[in-house]
Nanobody, 125 residues
Framework: QVQLVESGGGLVQAGGSLRLSCVAS????????MGWFRQAPGKEREFVAA????????YYADSVKDRFTMSRDNAKKTVYLQMNNLKPEDTAVYYC??????????????????WGQGTQVTVSS
């Protein structure tokens, strides 16, 4: 089992930036794809971004494309989510998750086997 711990959330004004980090411990994450999800108050958790095991491919939700960038450093067992030009509608708890496969870029929650506890991002208008 892998443990995932997110950090980097906080309060930021609209148009600002934040970088989220997710550090893994326990079983290695280097051979599996990773993803970021978010859940706003009163809403279902939704897919944000995914990255292949070696960082060579990424996939984004339309709502964050061209504003968010996901990356990973396997040597540090860490994945990142750089969030630029933040909007109030980006306010949510952000979760990182480990895919159960290395051969795809999934966006369905059921394709991810391990989850972090989440970090709050609040964007004020």
């Amino acid at each position: 089992q892998v443990q995932l711990v997110e950090s980097g959330g906080g309060l930021v004004q609209a148009g600002g930036s934040l970088r989220l980090s997710c550090v893994a411990s326990g079983r290695s994450i280097t051979t599996l794809a990773m993803g970021w999800f978010r859940q706003a108050p009163g809403k279902e958790r939704e897919f944000v971004a995914a990255i292949s095991w070696n960082g060579g491919r990424t996939y984004y939700a339309d709502s964050v494309k061209d504003r968010f960038t996901m990356s990973r450093d396997n040597a540090k067992k860490t994945v990142y989510l750089q969030m630029n030009n933040l909007k109030p509608e980006d306010t949510a708890v952000y979760y990182c998750a480990q895919d159960t496969s290395s051969a795809r870029l999934a966006k369905a929650e059921g394709d991810f086997g391990s989850w972090g506890q989440g970090t709050q991002v609040t964007v004020s208008s």
